[in-house]
């Protein structure tokens, strides 16, 4: 179980240079009714794992990172920045901190990779492929990819 192997290693961290870090798992609801109940579960073991009413897909990413954008808003009011990692993504939580403690801007920022003067991918085969109905034109000409985001707990809540 990925869940699992996050908690024993990167995720185990609960204290980076002497800042409270916490983590938690965001999903969508499966429609299997066991597997509810073990998510369920493994939540009263946990405490680490938020669930929302929506169908836990590739084309509903968006939704799971509003969710918990919103969850930071309203129980992290105590945070300086959000961190929103993609489920295969490794973070080495102290060099996380570190870096961002060397941000010294207050405004509303968010870190993260930038994607230049990108095209919709049109072909149905691959992965990122993005129909004319959700997007008919070109992508913005700069855009961050979400793999991994850091984001001002102060911008999480405009999102």
Excluded at 103 to 129: A, C, E, H, Q
Excluded at 137 to 154: E, T
Aim: hydrophobic share 40%; glycine share 4%; proline share 3%.
């Amino acid at each position: 179980m990925q869940r699992k192997a996050q908690r024993e290693s990167c995720l185990s961290v609960k204290v980076a240079r002497g800042r409270n870090v916490r983590s938690v798992f965001l999903l969508g609801k499966p429609k299997e009714e066991k597997l509810i109940a073990e998510i369920k579960a493994e939540q009263e073991i946990y405490q680490d794992i938020l669930m929302e009413d929506f169908d836990d897909t590739y084309k509903n990413l968006t939704l799971k990172v509003l969710m918990g954008m919103k969850w930071a808003s309203e129980y992290c009011s105590n945070a300086s920045w959000v961190m929103k990692v993609d489920d295969d993504v490794y973070v080495d939580l102290t060099n996380a901190v570190a870096l961002l403690e060397g941000v010294t801007t207050t405004v509303k920022t968010m870190i993260g990779r930038p994607i230049r003067n990108s095209k919709p991918v049109r072909d149905t085969n691959r992965k990122w492929f993005v129909s004319k109905e959700h997007i008919c034109h070109r992508i913005p000409r700069l855009y961050m990819r979400l793999r991994l985001l850091h984001v001002r707990r102060s911008t999480a809540t405009v999102l």
